[in-house]
Each structure stands twice: as structure tokens, then as C-alpha cells.
């Protein structure tokens, strides 16, 4: 994962705190407001339910007022004298209209209903007696009758004639009001929202479509025994804030009223604070962003001016100068590395210098001694056949040991030249890369030390070429010679593979050897490079990389490890004189 700039770093890192600080302020304002507006919400609701109950008992208080009014008309008294229910219900039907209420009934002093009025035709007389006998054996005033899933609130006057001595009781009047959707509305425009009065969990009337009714209806059924109070509820696609309080708690049903304000006008304005707050924080971001930006361009370009140096210093490049600018500290640490670049110049400078005496000393030290080992063996040789007759030697013997030792000692010469010439030196001929491989490998099996490993060569496609035969058949007699040399004498193999890709070849060399040492392996195709053989020159792999690269093609170490090493050899199908020359003036 690549590693941030400096600036980078300081700019995400700032922004990050401004994000975190501007966000919790943010976060902040928008609790502290949702928090006024729920409170808001609240207080209205309890204030729309305290005005529906005043609104309520002004109600009751003027229904209570017509029942004891009623009562003591003369006419109502008259009328209860009789005792005759079909009289009572006939002549009692004006006084309920007067009376302006939804039941109107008439009884007598043991209880029976005598006359009796309703809006409702689902309200019967059986129904209404049985909520007078609960009243009256509990002594009620005012009641709540219920019955056939309908409610009302009810008030009860007793009739009575005579003087205060002799008072006796005619019977009883009791009036009252459906408690239905239209108590409901008038009960809504005093509360300023939505009215629902319940029965258990069952909704008798509201200000509701069918549809939310009906999930209030779920809602209340869902929270059965939770403590009242005010809370939020969705209903449909809009969100309330609900209060709820006890009218009557039974019998004969527990009575409640549901208040609820709608907070869409709520969470429309928070929804607006909140693009408000989104767009206040996107441009204070991007503002920051900005002034950011320039201030670490200010603070980081002296920085930016020393990366730079140490970068080119990195690859090599000891003429890179910086100018020491910035802050006290950048400017100090600008000089001092001016300071260290310098010396690593001049320390650079020695090392070359040392490397090149160095390099030449041992040069000079392996070519003399190989010099040497074949003179040696050259003038012993010549004694030999000097005093062959003598000592009765083989005259013919000597004479190859005389000619092995000086062709020796031509191709080490051969060899510093090759790596000495800077131009290419190759005559390109049509030849086939397998045959002039074959030749190298027979030329290195000739070797009497080598006839015990099994070399084994395959190909892949058309052989066919244009290059150098000898030069090819010296590198390769060189990089086979070098693989056998590499491996176990008793178990060692060479495995070459030879593949026609194109306009190209691809030679690998594998043996079984225990690699590379890593000590040599990123120097292998230097000049006098070589460990772990004591006859060893060091320009075997030095010279096979220099005649690949006069045709155009190169020679890498593909991979090396205990169990063997591979060398990879890229050559062109063709290599052009023009081509080659060109590469030559380039490197």
C-alpha cells in the first residue's frame, strides 16, 4: 500500500478533526432543536388536552343543568302522575326535543322505563333498562351507558312533587349525548388535533380515516398496560404525537380519549434545518479544503524541494542540488543533507576509484595465474618431448598436452578480448540453433571429467536463424559448461530446452545443482566473478552475456534455489547488422 504525502496527510488529518467538531456542533444544534420542537409538540398536546376536558365539562355541566330543569317542569310532573307508559312515551317525545338531547328517558320510581327517546334506532328499551338499574342501584348522578357498541354520557334527575315536608318521588329523568364523530370534531377544533375516544382497546369514534383508525385500534391492542402519557405513533404516513387520558374508568367500560398532534409541520422544518446543516457543512468542508490546500503547499513545498534531493540521490544523481528554504528546522535539515551529499560524492568518487584498482588487481592476479599454470605446462611439456628419446615418452602425447595448454591459453586471450572489444564483432548466417547448440554440448561432453552427466536438449518449432554460429556455439558451450560444472559429479543433469516463439527464440538451461550463491547472483554477468570452482576465471558467464547482447537479445537468471538454477536465454530470429550496431551505440 503506498504511503500518503506529507501534505496529503495533513490535509485528511485537519479535515478529519474539522469533520469530527463541525459534525458533533452540528449534531449538537439539531438534538437541542428537535428537542425544543418535541417539547413544543408536548406542551401543545397537554395544552389540547386540557382544553378538550374543560371543553368536556362545560358540556356535562350544561346537560347536568337541562336534567334538573326539566325535572321540575310542571308539565313533566303531570305527565309522570299517570303511570301510563303509552301517555309518558307520547306526550314526553316535545319535552326531548326541547330538551335538544340524543336519549331522553322517563321512569318510574322502581325503575321501569316508562318513556323513552333516542337518535340510535340500535338503542332499545332493554338495553336502556338495564343501564338505569346500574345507575340507580349505585346511586349515580351522572353515568356512562354503553351498550351495542355505542357509548353515552348520561345524567340523571329525579322527579318529585310536593311541599319539602311531604316531597314523594314520581320517578326519574335521565337525558344524555351519543358519544359519536361528531362529538369528536367538536371536540378536535377545541383541541387543535386529532380526537379518538376508546372503549378498551376499541375505537367508538375519531377524527380518523377508517385506515389509521383501525391501526390505532392495533397500536392500543399492542400496548395494553403501558402507563399513559405522551409518546410518538405513526398512522399511515403521518407521525402524531399522542396524549391520552382517562374519562371514565367503568364500569360499565373504561372510557379514554386520545389526542393527537400531527408532526409533519414538526418534521418538515427539521427536515429543513437539516439540508440547512448539510449544506452548511459541505461548504464550510470545502472552504476548509481550500485554505487547507494552500496552507500545506506552504508549509510541505520546502519539504517536497528535499524529497526530490534524496530521491535523486537514491538512483544515484550526486549533482542534484536543493536551495535550504522554509521553517528554521526544514532549512537546517536542507543544509545538512547538501552537506551529506557532498561527502557521499566524494566517498563515491574513492570507492570507484578503489573498485577500479581493485578490479584490475584481480584481473591481473587471474589472468597470471591461469598465464602461468599453462606456460608451466607448456615448458614441462617441451622438456618432456626434449628428452622424449631419452626416457622413452610418447613423443605424440606430449605434443597435445603442448598444443592443449597453448589453445588455453589463446582462448583466454580470445575471451579479454571479447570482453575488451566495445563493438560488436558478429557475422550473422543463416544457421540452425539447434544443430550449433548440439555442437556446443558435444564439445563440452568431450571433456573426460563430464562424460558421466546426462545432458538432454529438446525443441519446440521452427529452428532456423540468422546469427552468429561460432560466437552462439561459444556462449552456449560456456553456459552448459558452467550448468555441469554447477552440479552433483555422481547425479548431475543438464536439461535444455530450445522454443521457436515468432520472430524469437527462448533457450533455458536447467540444471540440478544447489544454485546461485547470493553472495555472486547480482553480479553473476560480471567480468571476473566466480566462487566455489578453483580453476575458475569468472568471464564464462561475462562472455556468453556479451555475445547475446551483440545479437540483440539477453541472458537472465530465471530462477535459482536449492534444487537448481535456470538460466533464460532470448535471442531474435534475425540479428541484423544495423540492428546490432545501433544497440551497441546505445549502450
Not at 175 to 180: E, H, M, R, S
Request: aromatic fraction near 6%.
Amino acid at each position: 500500500m503506498a504511503r500518503l504525502r506529507l501534505r496529503t496527510q495533513l490535509l485528511i488529518a485537519t479535515l478529519v478533526i474539522i469533520c469530527g467538531l463541525l459534525g458533533s456542533l452540528l449534531l449538537i444544534v439539531r438534538h437541542t432543536v428537535r428537542s425544543e420542537v418535541d417539547e413544543g409538540v408536548r406542551q401543545s398536546t397537554n395544552d389540547s388536552l386540557r382544553a378538550f376536558e374543560n371543553v368536556q365539562q362545560e358540556r356535562e355541566l350544561q346537560l347536568s343543568r337541562t336534567a334538573a330543569m326539566l325535572a321540575e317542569l310542571p308539565p313533566l310532573k303531570a305527565l309522570m302522575t299517570t303511570e301510563h307508559a303509552l301517555t309518558i312515551q307520547d306526550a314526553s317525545e316535545p319535552l326531548w326535543k326541547l330538551a335538544g338531547s340524543q336519549l331522553f328517558l322517563l321512569a318510574g320510581p322502581n325503575g321501569q322505563v316508562l318513556g323513552f327517546h333516542g337518535t340510535s334506532p340500535r338503542w332499545k328499551t332493554n338495553v336502556a333498562e338495564e343501564n338505569l338499574a346500574r345507575s340507580m342501584e349505585q346511586g349515580e348522578d351522572a353515568s356512562w351507558w354503553y351498550g351495542d357498541g355505542q357509548l353515552y354520557r348520561v345524567f340523571l334527575r329525579p322527579i318529585t312533587a310536593g311541599t319539602e315536608a311531604e316531597r314523594r318521588q314520581l320517578g326519574l329523568l335521565a337525558v344524555g349525548y351519543q358519544i359519536d364523530a361528531t362529538v369528536a370534531e367538536q371536540l378536535a377544533l377545541v383541541a387543535g388535533g386529532a380526537i379518538a375516544l376508546t372503549t378498551g382497546d376499541k375505537v367508538i369514534a375519531s377524527t380518523l380515516s377508517p385506515a389509521d383508525q383501525h391501526e390505532l385500534e392495533q397500536l392500543i391492542q399492542k400496548s395494553a398496560g403501558a402507563q399513559d402519557g405522551t409518546r410518538e405513533m405513526d398512522l399511515g404516513s403521518d407521525q402524531y404525537q399522542t396524549a391520552s387520558v382517562v374519562i371514565h374508568s367503568g364500569p360499565p367500560v373504561s372510557v379514554k380519549c386520545y389526542v393527537l398532534m400531527s408532526l409533519q409541520p414538526a418534521n418538515a422544518s427539521l427536515r429543513r434545518l437539516n439540508r440547512t446543516i448539510l449544506l452548511l457543512g459541505i461548504s464550510a468542508l470545502a472552504l476548509a479544503a481550500v485554505l487547507l490546500g494552500f496552507v500545506s503547499s506552504t508549509i510541505t513545498h520546502p519539504l517536497d524541494n528535499l524529497v526530490a534531493g534524496v530521491r535523486a540521490l537514491a538512483v544515484g544523481n550526486y549533482t542534484y542540488s536543493i536551495t535550504p528554504r522554509g521553517s528554521s528546522e526544514v532549512a537546517e535539515l536542507g543544509e545538512a543533507f547538501s552537506k551529506m551529499r557532498g561527502e557521499l560524492l566524494a566517498f563515491q568518487q574513492r570507492r570507484f576509484a578503489t573498485e577500479r584498482i581493485a578490479a584490475v588487481g584481480r584481473a591481473a592476479n587471474s589472468i597470471s595465474h591461469d598465464l602461468r599454470h599453462y606456460l608451466a605446462a607448456v615448458v614441462a611439456n617441451a622438456e618432456f618431448l626434449y628428452e622424449a628419446e631419452k626416457l622413452k615418452l610418447n613423443r605424440d602425447e606430449i605434443y597435445e598436452e603442448i598444443k592443449t595448454a597453448s589453445e588455453q591459453m589463446v582462448d583466454l586471450l580470445d575471451s579479454l578480448r571479447e570482453l575488451a572489444r566495445e563493438e560488436s564483432s558478429i557475422a550473422p548466417i543463416p544457421a540452425s540453433l539447434n544443430q550449433t547448440i548440439r555442437r556446443a554440448v558435444d564439445a563440452v561432453r568431450a571433456r573426460p571429467e563430464l562424460r558421466h552427466l546426462e545432458i538432454s536438449i529438446s525443441t519446440v518449432g521452427e529452428m532456423d536463424g540468422v546469427f552468429d554460429p561460432k560466437k552462439i556455439e561459444r556462449a552456449f558451450f560456456n553456459l552448459v559448461l558452467n550448468a555441469c560444472e554447477a552440479t552433483v559429479p555422481s547425479q548431475g543433469y543438464v536439461k535444455i530446452e530450445i522454443s521457436s516463439l515468432g520472430e524469437s527464440f527462448e533457450v533455458r538451461v536447467a540444471d540440478n545443482g544447489t544454485g546461485v550463491p547470493p553472495a555472486i547472483s547480482g553480479t553473476l554477468f560480471d567480468p571476473f566473478v566466480s566462487l566455489g570452482k578453483p580453476n575458475g576465471t569468472g568471464l564464462g558467464l561475462a562472455i556468453v552475456n556479451k555475445i547475446v547482447q551483440d545479437h540483440g537479445g539477453s541472458v537472465t537468471l530465471e530462477k535459482t534455489s536449492e534444487s537448481g538454477t535456470t538460466f533464460l536465454v532470448k535471442l531474435p530470429r534475425a540479428a541484423r547488422l544495423e540492428s546490432v550496431a545501433q544497440q551497441a551505440v546505445v549502450s
